[in-house]
């Protein structure tokens, strides 16, 4: 009897990933705020959207959230992300 081992891992390096670069300031910026739809961020994402606002003085804090919370954003949310400044991605349970 002959046994064969599989190996599951990927073959292949992934793309390397380099991180947006920091804002130095949010003030006059516009802040993308993607929610996964769970109860947990509503009330939540109105206190940061406020605190964004009021105290760093940003331009405005656009909310969306995904259709299907277990699932990656789409790409009508990636288009628009494309007219913000940052994005804060959060969950909530």
């Not at 802040?31 to 996964?36: A, W």
């Not at 969306?64 to 007219?83: H, L, M, W």
Request: hydrophobic residues 40%; negative net charge; glycine residues 10%.
């Amino acid at each position: 009897m002959t046994i064969e081992v599989l190996d599951p891992t990927h073959g292949d390096e992934p793309d390397p990933f380099a991180l947006a670069p920091r804002l130095d300031d949010v003030a006059g910026a516009t802040i993308g705020v993607i929610s996964n739809g769970k109860q947990g961020t509503r009330r939540f994402f109105d206190a940061l959207a406020r605190e964004l606002i009021d105290t760093w003085g940003a331009a405005d804090v656009v909310r969306v959230t995904k259709p299907n919370y277990s699932a990656p954003a789409g790409d009508e949310i990636f288009d628009r992300a494309k007219q913000w400044n940052a994005l804060v991605a959060g969950i909530g349970d």
